[in-house]
Structures are given as structure tokens and as C-alpha cells.
């Protein structure tokens, strides 16, 4: 079993940067794969980036692919996403997510594991 606690999202101006954190608890995040997705309003929950265990192989949708950047720090269970260039379409809340498998996820439906969700908002 893993926690997960987002933090960094807010109010942005569109070409602006935000840096999403998601602090995991528990021995075993090393060994997780990690990944972000979001939620917009009315939409389903798309998958966004994702990470295996080791920060090896990262994989990214078309949509972020060149703006958005997903890392991890295993001695700090800590996962990162750095957006730049945003765009009002980033708008949603987006969710840290875990699999206990450690490969790449590309599926929100198949982390195991989720967040509570930080709102990130661009202006236009």
C-alpha cells in the first residue's frame, strides 16, 4: 500500500511554468512506476506522463510531449512533473498515480494507486 500527496498546483498564465510534486509513503515507492494524469471538467481522466521505477524510460501523450517533464528522486519518494509552455488546456486537476509492477503505464484505468489531485488552472 502507497500514499500519495500532490502539491504545486495553482493559478498560471498561459506560457507560463508550474513544477507538480507528489510525495509517496512507504519502503516500496523505488520499486513503483509512477505517472501523472488529469481530469478537465466534464472529461475523463487522461493519462498525462508516466515513469518506470528506476527514472530509466519516461512516456509521454502527444498533448504534453515537449512542454511537460516527469522525474523522480527515489531517496526522497518524491515525483516530479514540470510543465512549461502551458495553455489553457492544461486546465484540470491532475493526479499523481502508482503501479506495483514498475513498468511504463500508459492507462490512467491501470495504475493501482492514486492521489487526491492538485488543480492546475491557466489563464488565457
Known amino acids: 500500500q502507497v500514499q500519495l500527496v500532490e502539491s504545486g498546483g495553482g493559478l498560471v498564465q498561459a506560457g507560463g511554468s508550474l513544477r507538480l510534486s507528489c510525495l509517496a509513503s512507504?519502503?516500496?515507492?523505488?520499486?513503483?512506476?509512477m505517472g501523472w494524469c488529469r481530469q478537465a471538467p466534464g472529461k475523463e481522466r487522461e493519462f498525462v506522463a508516466a515513469i518506470t521505477w528506476s527514472g530509466e524510460i519516461t512516456y509521454y501523450a502527444d498533448s504534453v510531449k515537449g512542454r511537460f517533464t516527469i522525474s523522480r528522486e527515489n531517496a526522497k519518494n518524491t515525483v516530479y512533473l514540470q510543465m512549461n509552455s502551458l495553455k489553457p488546456e492544461d486546465t484540470a486537476i491532475y493526479y499523481c498515480?502508482?503501479?506495483?509492477?514498475?513498468?511504463?503505464?500508459?492507462?490512467?484505468?491501470?495504475?493501482?494507486?492514486w492521489g487526491q489531485g492538485t488543480q492546475v488552472t491557466v489563464s488565457s
Open positions: 512507504g519502503r516500496a515507492f523505488s520499486s513503483y512506476a
Open positions: 498515480a502508482a503501479d506495483r509492477l514498475g513498468a511504463v503505464v500508459k492507462k490512467a484505468e491501470e495504475y493501482d494507486y
